[in-house]
Structure formats: C-alpha cells, structure tokens
C-alpha cells in the first residue's frame, strides 16, 4: 500500500517567509509526529497527533511553529518568519500503534 | 528527561564480519524497542522490533534486549558494503505512544 508522503521535496525560500509542509500518513493511521533532521544530526521530535489532537508538542522551537492535522489524516507545519536556522530536514512519520513509518521528507532550505 | 544513547561511531567493520551496535535508554517504564536504519540522504526505515527480553532474530539481523541492564543491541551478521549506514535506537515512552530516538551510530562496512 501507499506510504507517508510528503510535500514539497524541497523547499528554498528567502529568510522572513512563511512556509507550510505537508504530510499525508498511511491511511488507518491515527497517530502522526513531525520531527527535524539538521544535517549530520539526529532526529529531534517537534510535534505529535493522536487523531486531530495533540498531546505533546513540546518539540515546537518557537512560536514560529506551529501545526495542525485535520479529518485524522493529513498534517501541516507551518513556519512563520522563518530564520536560516531553520533549515533542516523535515520528517513526518504515522503510525497504528508504536512502530512509525517515516515519509521522504521535505529539504528546507532558508537563503 | 526520557533519554536514549547511542555511540556515535563511526563504527568501521570489514566486510563478512558482525557488526554490533549497542544502546541504553533510561526510562525503566519503556517496552517497546526498534531499531531504524537510515542511509545518506534518506528517511529512517524500521529494520527490527523487539519487546521481550533475550533475543530476536530476522535474516543477517539480530535485535538483543536486556530490560534489567536497560540496553538494546543490533548485530549485522555476515556485513555488507550496503549495510553501510547510520542506526537509529528508538525506544517508547512509557505510557505515551511516542518513541525517543538516540542520536545514531555511523556503520562503515569495508569491503
């Protein structure tokens, strides 16, 4: 079946703008996490959804950030203003129950 | 603060050896144990899953975990170049359906 997927590939924008990533989880997934990769590092966890909430969001770097996820199924970051630190990898992952199935993730680059 | 280390390598093993990463996490509570590999430039992908103590083996792969001395290890069984890559630990959080991932070790397999 289908994967994660998510969009753009990549994206270079100029410092000051805002941007939006998305994400559609693999269907019949209820829970869904965005997470950060800068480049040589690990995975730092931004936000989680159970359904449309979110329990945990104590990943977000700034009230730059934020995210939502709507009908249970696909998932926007936002990032407002954004700063050149924020360029990173962008991973989105869902899962049923523990094990996370991770997308291609979005290259964002801030010039 | 929920933890999980890794050594971060590089980690070099000659072809057709074992390679063995090993990881400690720190919330006693966790039961639930994976093990991701994620090559240069891509996202993680779930190579191996673990819940009970002692160990657990699929094709080249073996997943040991120890809850009592709180480690989980990974050993590659006859290396391959394209084993060559970095791994990722993720253990649960009690209670919570997310995963904190160690930092990753850099395998090298030379041929």
């Known amino acids: 079946g289908a994967g994660v997927s998510q969009s753009p590939s990549n994206k270079v924008t100029e410092k000051g703008k805002d941007v939006e990533l998305r994400c559609d989880p693999i269907?019949?997934?209820?829970?869904l996490y965005w997470y950060r990769q800068s480049l040589g590092q690990g995975l730092e966890f931004l936000i989680y959804?159970?359904?449309?909430?979110?329990?945990?969001k104590s990943g977000l770097p700034s009230d730059r950030f934020s995210a939502e996820r709507t009908g249970g199924s696909v998932s926007t970051l936002t990032i407002q203003r954004t700063q050149q630190e924020d360029s990173a990898v962008y991973l989105c992952?869902?899962?049923?129950?523990?094990?996370?199935?991770f997308g291609p993730g979005t290259r964002l680059l801030v010039l | 603060q929920k933890e999980v280390e890794q050594n971060s390598g590089p980690l070099s093993v000659p072809e057709g050896a074992i390679a063995s990463l090993n990881c400690t996490y720190s919330?006693?509570?966790?039961?639930?144990f994976f093990w991701y590999r994620q090559y240069s430039g891509k996202s993680p992908e779930l190579i191996m899953s673990?819940?009970?103590?002692g160990d657990k083996e699929d094709g080249r792969f073996t997943a040991q975990l120890n809850k009592a001395s709180q480690y989980v290890s990974l050993l590659i069984r006859d290396s391959q170049p394209s084993d060559s890559a970095t791994y990722l630990c993720?253990?649960?959080?009690?209670?919570?359906?997310?995963?904190?991932f160690g930092q990753g070790t850099r395998l090298t397999i030379n041929p």
């Open positions: 959804f159970q359904g449309n909430s979110a329990p945990d």
């Open positions: 919330d006693r509570g966790s039961q639930s």
């Open positions: 993720a253990v649960n959080e009690e209670g919570a359906q997310k995963l904190v």
């Open positions: 673990i819940y009970s103590n």
């Open positions: 992952a869902s899962s049923f129950s523990e094990t996370q199935y």
């Open positions: 269907s019949g997934h209820t829970a």
